[in-house]
Each structure stands twice: as C-alpha cells, then as structure tokens.
C-alpha cells in the first residue's frame, strides 16, 4: 500500500509574521474577498495551530464567533471611536 504524500506547493501560504502583530484584546477591521470591510471587531482568541482552515487563526466577535480568518484579512484599529458592525466599502 502507498501513501501519496501532498505536494508541498498546494498548502496556503500563511504569513505568520502577520499573526504576530495582532494580540488578544485589539480592535479590528475585517475585509473580505470582495472589499467589503466589516467592523470593528475585538480578538477574542488567536491560536497557534489550527485543525481546521490553517490560514485562519484569529477569533472575532462578530456574528460567527466560531469562525476563524486569517490575519491577512485584518487591520489593527488604534484606538476606535467606531460603532460595533459597520460596513464600508474598500476604496482602495
């Protein structure tokens, strides 16, 4: 019986240096894959190796807390006046 090893090229590339710079307790936007950027949203859990989704390692409260993204799709938010739940479009 062989085992088919996967070929190192298919796993995400997860940018851990990213992860680092977040921290339990932060304040932060989230964008998605079409530009739309939720928030603010506070870290409520980050974790180092994930079984499920290895991009994502970050928790959020927000309305699937259960749910981890990726640091690539968060921006740190200092010191936010925003309201909880706003959505705007990324001009960029």
């Not at 992860?19 to 506070?42: C, M, Q, S, W």
């Not at 968060?74 to 309201?83: A, D, E, V």
Request: with cysteine.
């Amino acid at each position: 019986m062989s085992v088919n090893k996967q070929n190192s090229d298919s796993k995400p590339s997860i940018d851990i240096s990213k992860a680092h710079r977040f921290r339990k307790g932060d304040i932060v936007e989230f964008t998605n894959d079409y530009g739309l950027i939720f928030g603010p949203y506070k870290i409520t859990d980050i974790i180092k190796k994930p079984a499920f989704r290895p991009e994502c390692t970050i928790y959020l409260n927000d309305d699937s807390p259960w749910c981890p993204v990726s640091p690539n799709s968060l921006r740190k938010i200092p010191n936010s006046n925003q309201k909880p739940g706003f959505l705007r479009l990324n001009n960029n």
